[in-house]
């Protein structure tokens, strides 16, 4: 995708200062996002979604490099003419910063035309926008499963996303030297290569060594490819072929909807184990998230439930 980058460039530029533009830009963001921790996944990404916006700049005859903070609102308009979500919006155009903050940082613009452009509000409340699933819906996933070739392999997916409140990155980023049966732990590596230790219950201790006696492999991934027969290749998963596998279970037990994807077993372990008396604290720490106010908006689901109107009123009527 860098390479990719260098020859979109140079469609604007003379071929030393595009140059000079794809290398400012790639030392940016192997220094800057994610405080110089960005994984490959995220760069990957992060040219991809430049990408989509010097496309727009070229069919609209637009020099990305002299770019005015007008004609930038003009692609943000662009993006909700598309019908995008807020949070992809949101994502575009902090890669579209992230560029212009490297064209600022390395001196070949003096100015920032982008640093004031954000999405527009999201009327609707956080909570609203988390999509969980309730447990049933797990039980279906793994039972249609029991019928796959991939049988072990899937099911131990599911169980730790839903169970264990995995990414699917970091499916995909899961070794072998990274799990101790011993011990009952997975170390996981989350974003921003932030390390966190998981505890396996006993369902997926026991899912991941069916896999694992299956499995026959040269590679150190835990999970990766099996054909239609049934045999284990040496190539690990990536993050959209456990999203494709795990969006196809979804279809299939009638769970999948627009704005619904694999993710959504995640919200589904913090939603579920929250509503079934884990502590708020504990979820966070699982889920590897900094902050625990990223975490409160699963109470905050559990409460919108809870302080219901309707059940006040119900409870009058039977009366």
Known sequence: ????????????????????????????????????????????????????????????????????????????????????????????????????????????????????????????????????????????????????????????????????????????????????FEQQTLRVLGKRRKVRTVYMVPMTNHALAAWLQKRISDSEFVFINVDRAGKTGNFGMTTRGIRYVIDAYLEQVGAKAPGISCHSLRHTYATNALANGASLYAISKALGHSDIRTTQIYADILNAKKENPALVLEQALGN
């Open 1 to 180: 995708m860098q390479n990719n980058f260098f020859d979109w460039i140079t469609d604007w530029l003379p071929r030393e200062i595009a140059q000079s533009v794809q290398i400012s830009f790639a030392e940016f963001m192997r220094l800057d996002v994610a405080s110089g921790a960005a994984s490959e996944h995220t760069i990957t990404a992060y040219f991809s979604q430049l990408k989509a916006f010097l496309t727009w700049c070229q069919l609209d005859s637009i020099n990305p490099i002299t770019a005015t903070t007008l004609q930038i609102k003009e692609y943000r308009k662009y993006l909700e003419d598309q019908k995008f979500a807020v949070a992809t919006i949101s994502h575009k155009l902090a890669v579209v910063r992230r560029f212009y903050d490297a064209l600022q940082t390395y001196g070949i613009r003096a100015d920032h035309p982008a640093k004031s452009i954000h999405p527009k509000p999201n009327a609707t409340p956080a909570y609203e926008r988390i999509k969980y699933h309730t447990l049933d819906v797990v039980r279906q996933m793994l039972k249609v499963a029991e019928q796959s070739n991939y049988r072990e392999r899937d099911q131990a997916m599911i169980l730790l996303m839903a169970i264990q409140g995995f990414r699917a990155c970091e499916i995909a980023r899961l070794k072998l030297a990274d799990i101790s």
